[in-house]
């Protein structure tokens, strides 16, 4: 050992002299055998970082968030999301350097499907839904019907403009408060309301009709875009009538002008 050196020293010196005995193809393996677990953290690491800046830097909140509940199977609807959002973000003047729009058609819903899967789901639909994440949500007859019995969509008549309540009106979804659960009722019960009859157009047979929904089922782009093609195709029917698509506003949602705008966008009532 050389005088002043410690081993450590001595051991580094003689790594050294044998690198640059080595030809490039050895100094490669040489590395690899001592280094490679050092390297590939050190790589993670920066991907993660990298990935952590990435996404603070363009994270951009949503300007509108509309989710399609239940749409089935649909080849000829393919990229229809995507184009969506990017002509409603145009269309509505919403701001594309700070907010994004998403249409959401992956939720899959199932009254009588308990799966984790469901459930998850389930559970971020509702927590969605409180916060005011959601500003539109579509579904057919049956699973729009349970939400509107726990009472998660705005009224109609005292959300929209005088005008905006004649121009839709045709297309108003009722249900009756007077099926509500009362306030002995268990949440954790399932209630059977596919034992109902009940006409959701037609609010002059309902005891305390409300105006919870506007039917999209016909006459506008969604329509044409054939998701939720399964309901004609199949003739679904719910509560002794056939089901239709609905649109609902949630309590939650401050800005329904937005979804005014969508509705005009989809070119409903024109």
Request: net charge negative.
């Amino acid at each position: 050992m050389a005088v002043g050196n410690s081993v450590g020293d001595e051991i580094r010196e003689e790594r050294r002299k044998a690198m640059g005995r080595m030809t490039p193809k050895e100094k490669f393996a040489y590395f690899w055998d001592y280094y490679k677990i050092h390297a590939l953290v050190t790589v993670i690491v920066i991907i993660g970082a990298s990935s952590l800046i990435y996404n603070y830097v363009t994270y951009k909140d949503y300007g509108f968030y509309a989710t399609l509940i239940n749409t089935g199977v649909s080849d000829t609807s393919e990229g229809l999301p995507e184009k969506w959002a990017a002509e409603f973000l145009e269309y509505a003047g919403i701001d594309p350097a700070e907010y994004e729009v998403y249409i959401d058609t992956s939720m899959s819903l199932s009254p009588n499907d308990v799966s984790q899967y469901t459930m998850a789901n389930q559970q971020k639909m509702v927590a969605m839904m409180q916060t005011g994440s959601i500003h539109a949500l579509v579904a057919e007859t049956q699973t729009f019907e349970q939400y509107a019995q726990m009472g998660y969509f705005s009224p109609l008549e005292s959300t929209l403009s005088p005008e905006e309540v004649e121009k839709y009106r045709p297309y108003f979804y009722y249900t009756d408060m007077a099926t509500f659960p009362d306030d002995d009722f268990n949440p954790d019960e399932v209630r059977d309301l596919s034992v109902l009859t009940i006409d959701h157009t037609d609010p002059s047979t309902m005891e305390q009709p409300v105006a919870a929904g506007i039917i999209v089922t016909k006459d506008n782009a969604l329509a044409d875009s054939r998701l939720y093609a399964y309901l004609q195709d199949s003739q679904y029917d719910y509560q002794g009538y056939p089901a239709e698509v609905v649109l609902g506003i949630p309590v939650s949602n401050d800005q329904p002008e937005l979804v005014v705008k969508f509705l005009e966008y989809m070119q409903l009532g024109e």
